[in-house]
T-cell receptor, first 114, second 116 residues
Framework: KQEVTQIPAALSVPEGENLVLNCSFT??????LQWFRQDPGKGLTSLLL?????REQTSGRLNASLDKSSGRSTLYIAASQPGDSATYLC?????????????FGPGTSLSVIP | DVKVTQSSRYLVKRTGEKVFLECVQD?????MFWYRQDPGLGLRLIYF???????EKGDIPEGYSVSREKKERFSLILESASTNQTSMYLC???????????????FGDGTRLSIL
């Protein structure tokens, strides 16, 4: 059974720092991995989706990497800003499913201090 | 931009009531999902649907049912609300898998439901 974990559970950094969020999954047979952002009391916003054949994806100050064989993904945020404060979740879609069921990690709560 | 709209942001109901949560998407997505999100438990899939009138149980379907009469609308029904169903409910949609399965899921803003 696929399990997704995220470390750390919470992170507080001063504005301007570069930071890395980690996501681990137990079954390397994934179809893709997605990173989401969730603001308090809101829904999830898709940030980046990495296909299993890809190693990384970039969008602005965000860079997500994927190492399927080791069951790990990282989300790198460059030059952090207070507006980056949110919870970040990763989610994996298993290779074996014929539908779009994904398994979510518990999230990392990020606070960027001005 | 994909728009997933949930009918209520906040809802307060009483134990035993029948509760309807509505979700509408405007991008002609085949897949629609209902999740609940609880502190310490993360997001858990309740039901999903990959076509009109089709539904599949997720991980925690007990106490819930769903309806998909039109492609754009997916309703979650709490048959007899109980206090342990107090939660944040999130709806999502995506294109169907098998060829389009590298499309992301798009979420609504959520409905915070309190059962008293």
């Amino acid at each position: 059974k696929q399990e997704v974990t995220q470390i750390p559970a919470a992170l507080s950094v001063p504005e301007g720092e570069n930071l890395v969020l980690n996501c681990s999954f137990t079954d390397s047979a994934i179809y893709n991995l997605q990173w989401f952002r969730q603001d308090p009391g809101k829904g999830l916003t898709s940030l980046l989706l990495i296909q299993s054949s890809q190693r990384e994806q970039t969008s602005g100050r965000l860079n997500a990497s994927l190492d399927k064989s080791s069951g790990r993904s990282t989300l790198y945020i460059a030059a952090s800003q207070p507006g980056d404060s949110a919870t970040y979740l990763c989610a994996v879609k298993a290779e074996s499913t014929s539908y779009d069921k994904v398994i979510f990690g518990p999230g990392t709560s990020l606070s960027v201090i001005p | 931009d994909v728009k997933v709209t949930q009918s209520s942001r906040y809802l307060v109901k009483r134990t035993g009531e029948k509760v309807f949560l509505e979700c509408v998407q405007d991008m002609d997505h085949e897949n629609m999902f209902w999740y609940r999100q609880d502190p310490g438990l993360g997001l858990r899939l309740i039901y999903f649907s990959y076509d009109v009138k089709m539904k599949e149980k997720g991980d925690i379907p007990e106490g819930y049912s769903v309806s998909r009469e039109k492609k754009e609308r997916f309703s979650l029904i709490l048959e007899s609300a109980s206090t342990n169903q107090t939660s944040m409910y999130l709806c999502a949609s995506s294109f169907l898998g098998k060829g389009k399965s590298n499309q992301p899921q798009h979420f609504g803003d959520g409905t915070r439901l309190s059962i008293l």
